[in-house]
């Protein structure tokens, strides 16, 4: 395997995104990894931007409770198919962000959106807030991804 293509193979596991839009990043960045990473965050920030407008009418509930059982929450994450909403990324994002409800306790969504997104909290990069989470996963389906509410019992 090629050092190009083991690059490429990195991305992909890195971002989640598909075959020909990392080439693409390789390309544009002559084959640098992070460089290639810069370009796949801006370019994503603009599809996201893109689906804005559109309607994300398909519910799916992520929910967490604490190991102890004092606290829960629950998240209604909308996209627009099932398809999308049956995805195992996209179930995932709405335990991860009930998990990040129940643990930094915000008092409003867009409190919620600017935090840290848990897991970059836990594993210490600290780089991505919950909304630009939404939005890499959004430009990953193509489909527009919003919290359309959310509550915290206990």
Request: charged share 25%; with cysteine.
């Amino acid at each position: 395997m090629t050092t190009l293509h083991k690059t490429l193979k990195e991305l992909r596991t890195a971002t989640g995104l598909g075959v020909a839009l990392c080439n693409e990043a390789l390309i544009a960045s002559n084959g640098d990894f992070v460089s290639a990473l810069a370009y796949l965050e801006k370019k994503n920030g603009v599809k996201a931007a893109k689906l804005k407008d559109r309607v994300a009418g398909v519910s799916f509930i992520g929910m967490y409770r604490h190991h102890d059982g004092s606290k829960a929450a629950m998240v209604d994450l909308r996209c627009e198919t099932d398809f999308v909403a049956r995805h195992e990324d996209f179930k995932g994002l709405a335990s991860l962000v009930a998990m990040q409800i129940v643990a930094l306790n915000p008092e409003t969504t867009e409190e919620l959106l600017a935090q840290e997104f848990i897991t970059e909290f836990v594993i210490g990069s600290g780089t991505k807030t919950v909304q630009e989470t939404i939005d890499a996963l959004s430009a990953k389906v193509g489909e527009k991804i919003k919290i359309e509410a959310w509550k915290i019992f206990g």
